[in-house]
Nanobody, 124 residues
Framework: QVQLVESGGGLVPAGGSLRLSCAAS????????VGWFRHTPGNEREFVAV????????RYADSVKGRFTISRDNAKNTAYLEMNSLKPEDTAVYYC?????????????????WGQGTRVTVSS
């Protein structure tokens, strides 16, 4: 089992960039699919991006495609979410999550392990 800790959130103007990090404990990080989700009050957790355990395959929500890039460094037990051309509607708490069962799943319920979240605020 891994534990996840996100970092890198903050306040950024529209059009700006942020890079979120998801640091994992444990020696089995490379066996886990990692997803990024975001949550705003009154809404369900929304899928953002997912990366395969090797890092070779990725999938994105249409709303972030072309602006966000998910990556991972298994040697450092860390996954990343590079966010460019940020919009006010990207404002949310961002969570990374890990699971070893469902290949490139976009469903939050498929993920067993979650970080505590990091807040991203994009000002207009």
């Amino acid at each position: 089992q891994v534990q996840l800790v996100e970092s890198g959130g903050g306040l950024v103007p529209a059009g700006g960039s942020l890079r979120l990090s998801c640091a994992a404990s444990g020696r089995t990080f490379s066996t886990y699919v990692v997803g990024w989700f975001r949550h705003t009050p009154g809404n369900e957790r929304e899928f953002v991006a997912v990366i395969s355990n090797s890092g070779g395959l990725t999938r994105y929500a249409d709303s972030v495609k072309g602006r966000f890039t998910i990556s991972r460094d298994n040697a450092k037990n860390t996954a990343y979410l590079e966010m460019n051309s940020l919009k006010p509607e990207d404002t949310a708490v961002y969570y990374c999550a890990a699971q070893a069962t469902y290949f490139l799943s976009t469903l939050a319920n498929d993920y067993a392990t979650w970080g505590q979240g990091t807040r991203v605020t994009v000002s207009s």
